[in-house]
């Protein structure tokens, strides 16, 4: 499940039960003041589940919508989500070396500040891919594209990631093109 399913997923369910939990509280406040309950009309509620039963449509669809909700919780609780930290290769095979990825993002955005030429940059790591967008105020971007994408792959073997990144590099200029 991606980030947003899991925020969405999350929110729901915190809204459903802030919303259940304080229906409880006003109705316990008002019978312990003496009152009435007023959110839960619990003669009516009573009734009609005494009416119903297991076979009928709306109990059935109901238990299956909260059967679907507990498994949808269950595989989001279980599910890793995205992986923060990025295994590095090591020369010792007891030792785990892993970067976090904003400092891996951090390491490579330095490499590409160091190159003559970028004014300014900006650096995306995924799962997969390194995505590096580059200013420069040179009119001829060719070969800076060609800096850019060698100077990334070089800080990436540099530093032993496990996997291979796919780089995208985007350079555009400030200046005027002929």
Same mark, same amino acid.
């Given at each position: 499940? +991606?980030?947003?399913?899991?925020?969405?997923?999350?929110?729901?369910?915190?809204?459903?039960?802030? #919303?259940?939990?304080? +229906?409880?509280?006003?109705?316990? &406040?008002?019978?312990? #003041? @003496?009152?009435?309950?007023?959110?839960?009309?619990?003669?009516?509620?009573?009734? !009609?589940?005494? /009416?119903?039963?297991? @076979?009928?449509?709306?109990?059935?669809?109901?238990?299956?919508?909260?059967?679907?909700?507990?498994? *949808?919780?269950?595989?989001? #609780?279980?599910?890793?989500?995205?992986?923060?930290?990025?295994?590095?290769?090591?020369? /010792?095979? !007891?030792?785990?070396?892993?970067?976090?990825?904003?400092?891996?993002?951090?390491?490579?955005?330095?490499?590409?500040?160091?190159?003559? @030429?970028? /004014?300014?940059? !900006?650096?995306? &790591? @995924?799962?997969?891919?390194?995505?590096?967008?580059?200013?420069?105020?040179?009119?001829? &971007?060719?070969?800076?594209?060609?800096?850019?994408? /060698?100077?990334? !792959?070089?800080? *990436?073997?540099?530093?032993?990631?496990?996997?291979?990144?796919?780089?995208?590099?985007?350079?555009?200029?400030?200046?005027?093109?002929?």
């Amino acid at each position: 499940m +991606s980030g947003v399913g899991h925020r969405i997923l999350c929110a729901l369910t915190a809204l459903v039960l802030t #919303a259940a939990g304080t +229906s409880v509280l006003i109705d316990v &406040i008002a019978v312990a #003041a @003496g009152h009435p309950t007023t959110v839960w009309p619990q003669q009516a509620l009573a009734t !009609h589940l005494a /009416d119903s039963h297991w @076979g009928d449509i709306t109990v059935m669809a109901v238990a299956a919508a909260i059967a679907v909700l507990g498994l *949808l919780l269950l595989r989001a #609780a279980a599910s890793r989500g995205r992986r923060r930290l990025v295994p590095l290769l090591s020369a /010792d095979e !007891h030792t785990r070396t892993v970067a976090t990825r904003r400092g891996l993002c951090r390491s490579v955005a330095e490499a590409v500040g160091q190159i003559d @030429g970028v /004014d300014a940059h !900006h650096t995306r &790591i @995924g799962r997969r891919r390194v995505k590096v967008k580059a200013t420069t105020p040179r009119r001829s &971007i060719e070969q800076l594209h060609d800096l850019v994408r /060698d100077a990334v !792959h070089e800080r *990436l073997e540099a530093l032993r990631t496990d996997r291979e990144y796919r780089v995208t590099v985007k350079v555009r200029t400030t200046g005027r093109r002929p």
